[in-house]
DNA sequence: CGAAATTTTGATCACGTTCAACTTCAGTGG
DNA sequence: CCACTGAAGTTGAACGTGATCAAAATTTCG
């Protein structure tokens, strides 16, 4: 905790709103696999309505709210999850930088699941009708949150197969890789270590385990040496072992095709 | 088996093939969100470049495939699943009518799952690029696409819970109700019945379990009078003590936004 | 009709839960 | 500076659920 974070790069050397909008992890992440130029992200930072810090434990969104937004993460942990009625919970997913609170609940006429922050946390907010605006205006953005949305499939399959079929041990060596991958994804880890700011207990709801097993499980990943952990900051030791054992392949989206030319030939009359 | 399926319209009642394609399950359920005119229809229909009828048990995407094609089922069932290294399956997501296969595994470099009929099924496929540059065209379609994968979104993110939180009967449940409610969105069941046209070691690896827990699972659910089951037709009994035991809601996605006039406002400057 | 797949039932066992106690640590106030 | 507090991490013992293995009954299909 005396050392300071690698993975976050330090907001003051970005002094320039113009830099740190391009940084923004929600956009590193989508030009992953799109195209944007500078006046497109123009005309996304236009739509933002508020830019708000958030303090651990805030709820975001209760299950059941009618929610119409789209959050985008600059900083912060968050998780998405569902409490049942015999007190139990289930973590779907966590948010992290470069995520979108709102997906799917703004989509849907009631969000069917609560998101709370586990950290303090930066975002910025646009409503969803603006989007959509932008979105016939400059279809790419329609792609663009396809894309972004399958993505979201993809990792959510992931979790399922996770929780359904999985030992334990295989369990969270899979979450432990996958979370840092997405850390790299949106540009906020490197090197082979990261930082999970959150308790046992998270992570067991996450995983669909109790907590003592979770703890005698993450016991395990340090004695055989896959992991190294200080606190809440996880090393890898050896990667390798650990995706072969958490059977983790990292996502890779293609990239959204370019049109060649004006617009798709066999699309023909664009308007009227 | 000797009665005819009350749910599946019989296709001889619509020869003229507008009609069939405007009542395909796919366009009715993206007609569940977005107005298509028959215009977009149309476009969309020009991009089908090959109709199939494919055998049960027949495998449409192998894990680790690079597949590019959006495929819509007009009828059949299939599953999408992961084999693991120790022979254990987990199934992802079962492919009904109105869904596409292809999807997340088009847009990744490699498919993640795999997908193999369960029953013999109709389909249509497109490439994914002619229906990314559709939706360059007609913005709509990629405000479509992303509806629709946010379903998808919100489907998983309920088979998370399953698997990881509830109880084996209340899974069961869940699964049937959500079976159900997604034949019904495609318009191809109504009653309270309709049929699983698959053995019990499918549903065990939906749901995460044995094959033997399966069978008196769903022992427990006849048992005790929630639902009937005559060789491969499961009729509800008491469908809301069922929705409360598996905690089952519905899915309603939220209308996309219509722009009023041309195009929102905000986004000013269509084309440069 | 025969072969294979599927469903059903039973017995045993292991894994992970539950419950409880104890430890460690960070933060706070005396 | 230390005592107190509460949260989080750790460990242990007992229990129960669902897996596993095996076999029988039933259905499906070639």
New binding site residues.
């Given amino acids: 905790m005396s050392k300071q974070n690698p993975e976050s790069s330090s907001p003051d050397e970005l002094r320039d709103p113009c830099d740190r909008r391009r940084a923004h992890p929600f956009v590193t992440r989508l030009r992953g696999y799109i195209d944007l130029s500078n006046d497109d992200l123009d005309f996304l930072w236009e739509l933002i309505e508020t830019e708000q810090m958030v303090k651990k434990r805030t709820d975001l969104i209760v299950d059941g709210d009618e929610y119409r937004k789209l959050c985008f993460v600059e900083e912060g942990f968050a998780a998405r999850y569902r409490l049942l009625r015999n007190g139990k919970c289930q973590i779907v997913n966590f948010i992290l930088p470069g995520d979108i609170i709102g997906m799917p609940g703004s989509f849907l006429d009631t969000a069917p699941y609560s998101v709370a922050a586990l950290t303090d946390m930066k975002l910025q907010t646009c409503s969803l009708n603006d989007f959509v605006g932008l979105c016939y205006g400059r279809p790419q953005f329609g792609l663009a949150l396809s894309w972004f949305a399958i993505q979201e499939v993809a990792i959510y399959a992931e979790h399922i197969v996770n929780t359904g079929r999985r030992?334990?041990l295989e369990r969270l060596a899979h979450l432990l890789l996958e979370i840092y991958s997405r850390l790299e994804m949106a540009g906020k880890a490197s090197g082979l270590s990261f930082t999970l700011p959150f308790?046992?207990?998270v992570l067991s709801d996450a995983l669909?385990?109790?907590?003592?097993?979770v703890?005698?499980t993450?016991?395990k990943l340090r004695l055989e040496e896959f992991i190294n952990v200080d606190g809440?900051r996880v090393d890898f030791l050896d990667v390798k072992a650990l995706e072969k054992l958490g059977q983790f392949q990292a996502l890779k989206l293609t990239p959204v095709p370019v049109m060649q030319g004006n617009i798709g030939p066999r699309v023909g009359a664009l308007r009227g």
């Fill in positions: 030992t334990p308790s046992q207990e669909g385990l109790s907590v003592p097993h703890n005698r993450l016991g809440r």
